[in-house]
Structures are given as structure tokens and as C-alpha cells.
């Protein structure tokens, strides 16, 4: 087995210890298991000859999320703040854990863990390819579910998330969400076009 196989196989083991369940195309997935093969299928869509190094990150992006819960903080403005830190330390040093004990090396391993720390987000490429992919993750499958659960918000409100959503994501990555490349959530494709437009 190669070290990425090995990477992957430990990554997915330790994402399919989530107890929370999701359902997609008729089959019951551990929630995070699910989005990291998500955050794997936009990749390849993507960027179809992403090095290993890249892979990974996107895989293990948002490695046992299940372990640090938002609502283990305050919840207001500085709490949500402290707990998005400690989170993206928490997912790159699980993560680093998991690819060194495949077999990586370090330098490959602190590149991965960068990428997932989100660190240097304006000029490290690394970065921003993981701000694109899980921004274009977000609108595929997870941004109609998040309508849902917000019925109290009003247009302008989704016009807002709609926006800084889109604002994460590269010129490469806007075109790639309009040219068909993501499928978009049908009841919100006219405020995403205005959104957009504005």
C-alpha cells in the first residue's frame, strides 16, 4: 500500500467514527465521511491532476469536526471566533498526525496542515485551492440545507452569505460555478445570480 493509500484509509477511518448520519443517493454516510468524499469529487472536477499533497488537505479538511462543537463556546461574536481557531488547529494537527503515521515526510506533511490551518490565506496557493473547494462544496450541497434551517432570514440577509461565500472563492473558481461545473441549488439560483450581480 502506497503512503497516500495509507493516508486516505486512516483519514476515512477516523471520519467514519462520526455518529452523526446524512443521507445521499439512497445510502446513510457518517456525516464528515460524506463531506470529505465530497470535498475529494470537487477536487477532482476541479483540478483533475491535484498533487497528493493537495488531496489530502481537501480530505481531511474537516477531519472528527464532531469533537469540537460550536455550542462547547460562547455563543457570540468572540466565541465563534475562538472556536473557528481552535478548529483549524484541531483539523490540521489530526490530520498531520494521520499522513506522518502513512509514512510522509515533513515537509509534506507542514504543507498539508497549512492548507487545512488556512493559513496565509491571500498568498498561499495551497490555501486558496482549499477556500475554493470547500466554498464550491458549500454551494453544491450544503447552502439549500442552510436555507432551511434559516427560514427567518430575508433576501438581503442571503443576499450577504451568498456574497461572502462567492468573495472566498478565486476568479477561476467563480468561473467554474457559472460555466456548469457545480450543480446549483435550483430554488436559490435567481438570488445567487443577483447575489453575484450585485
Same mark, same amino acid.
Given at each position: 500500500m ?13 471520519n ?6 446524512e ?10 465521511l ?9 477536487? @477532482?472536477?476541479?483540478?483533475?491532476? /491535484? $498533487?497528493e *499533497?493537495?488531496? +489530502?488537505?481537501?480530505? !481531511? ?24 481557531? @481552535?478548529?483549524?488547529?484541531?483539523? /490540521? $494537527?489530526? *490530520?498531520?498526525? +494521520?499522513?506522518?503515521e !502513512? ?7 507542514e504543507?498539508v496542515?497549512?492548507?487545512i490551518?488556512?493559513?496565509s ?15 464550491l462544496?458549500?454551494i ?17 440577509k ?11 472563492m ?6 467554474f ?21 450585485g
Amino acid at each position: 500500500m502506497s503512503n497516500f493509500e495509507k493516508a486516505i484509509e486512516l483519514i476515512d477511518a477516523a471520519n467514519s467514527e462520526d455518529p452523526n448520519k446524512e443521507t445521499a443517493d439512497g445510502k446513510e454516510w457518517p456525516k464528515e465521511l460524506l463531506y470529505s468524499h465530497r470535498m475529494s469529487d470537487m477536487l @477532482d472536477r476541479f483540478l483533475p491532476d /491535484a $498533487d497528493e *499533497a493537495m488531496k +489530502l488537505a481537501m480530505r !481531511a479538511q474537516h477531519i472528527q469536526r464532531w469533537k469540537s462543537p460550536r455550542d462547547a463556546y460562547p455563543m457570540d461574536r468572540i466565541g465563534y471566533l475562538k472556536w473557528r481557531k @481552535d478548529l483549524y488547529k484541531f483539523h /490540521a $494537527d489530526t *490530520a498531520g498526525e +494521520l499522513i506522518t503515521e !502513512a509514512g510522509y515526510d515533513e515537509d509534506f506533511v507542514e504543507r498539508v496542515k497549512t492548507a487545512i490551518a488556512k493559513k496565509s490565506i491571500k498568498t498561499n496557493a495551497d490555501t486558496r485551492l482549499l477556500e475554493n473547494i470547500s466554498a464550491l462544496v458549500f454551494i453544491e450541497h450544503y447552502m439549500l440545507e442552510f436555507a432551511g434551517k434559516h427560514p427567518e432570514y430575508d433576501e438581503a440577509k442571503w443576499i450577504d452569505i451568498i456574497q461572502k461565500t462567492w468573495n472566498k472563492m478565486s476568479d477561476e473558481g467563480h468561473e467554474f460555478a457559472l460555466s456548469g461545473g457545480i450543480k446549483l441549488p435550483e430554488p436559490l439560483i435567481p438570488l445567487i445570480q443577483k447575489a453575484v450581480a450585485g
